[in-house]
Every structure is written in structure tokens, then in C-alpha cells.
């Protein structure tokens, strides 16, 4: 079972970034699509942005033109770059990665994100 470790989470003022970083405990190789999810108190779960293992990138309406999404297979690791950050962008962002054969999807811990001035 493969696991996901977030980082780069933290407090930052409205309008800065923040660069978060999912390792893999195995090579990234395996997985069809890795994405970025978020979850703010009291709401659900939402998919912000998906690479898939040609690298195509998706991203959700919210987050589009602020946030890219990237792999380093050499690191094992996915990153999230997020400019521009938003009230409304706090929350808790989860990794996640689909298993290229079984479909099955692992998940990260997490890892939390403030906007506040």
C-alpha cells in the first residue's frame, strides 16, 4: 500500500503563495492520475487539479490560472503551486493517487492551508 506524505502547508496573507509537495513511498510510475483535493470545514471534499502520468492537467473553475499542478518522477513527488491565494482558498489539501492497474485510489493525511492577513 502505497503511502502519500503532504507538506508545505502553513499561514499565508491574501494574495501570496504556497508550494505544497506529496511524496510517494513508491515510484509514481504506477499511478494513472495523481490530483490535489480540499476540504474546508463544514463543506465537501473538492478535487482542485489532477496530472495524469502523460502529464495532462486538469483543474477546477476556482482554482484555474492561480493554481499548477506538477510530477518529478525522479523525486517521486507531486507539487501543488498555488499563487494568488483567496479567503476562500483555506482549507485542508489531500493527495491522492490512482493505482494504474487495480484503479484504486490511496490518500494522503493532509495538510492544512490559511489565508488570513
Known amino acids: 500500500q502505497v503511502q502519500l506524505v503532504e507538506s508545505g502547508g502553513g499561514l499565508v496573507q491574501p494574495g501570496g503563495s504556497l508550494r505544497l509537495s506529496c511524496a510517494a513511498s513508491s515510484s509514481i510510475a504506477s499511478f494513472s492520475t495523481m490530483g490535489w483535493s480540499r476540504q474546508a470545514p463544514g463543506k465537501q471534499r473538492e478535487l482542485v487539479a489532477t496530472i495524469t502520468s502523460d502529464g495532462s492537467t486538469d483543474y477546477a473553475g476556482s482554482v484555474k490560472d492561480r493554481f499548477t499542478i506538477s510530477r518529478d518522477s525522479a523525486k517521486n513527488t507531486v507539487y501543488l503551486q498555488m499563487n494568488s491565494l483567496k479567503p476562500e482558498d483555506p482549507a485542508v489539501y489531500y493527495c491522492?493517487?490512482?493505482?494504474?492497474?487495480?484503479?484504486?485510489?490511496?490518500w494522503g493525511q493532509g495538510t492544512q492551508v490559511t489565508v488570513s492577513s
Open positions: 491522492s493517487a490512482q493505482n494504474y492497474y487495480s484503479r484504486s485510489w490511496a
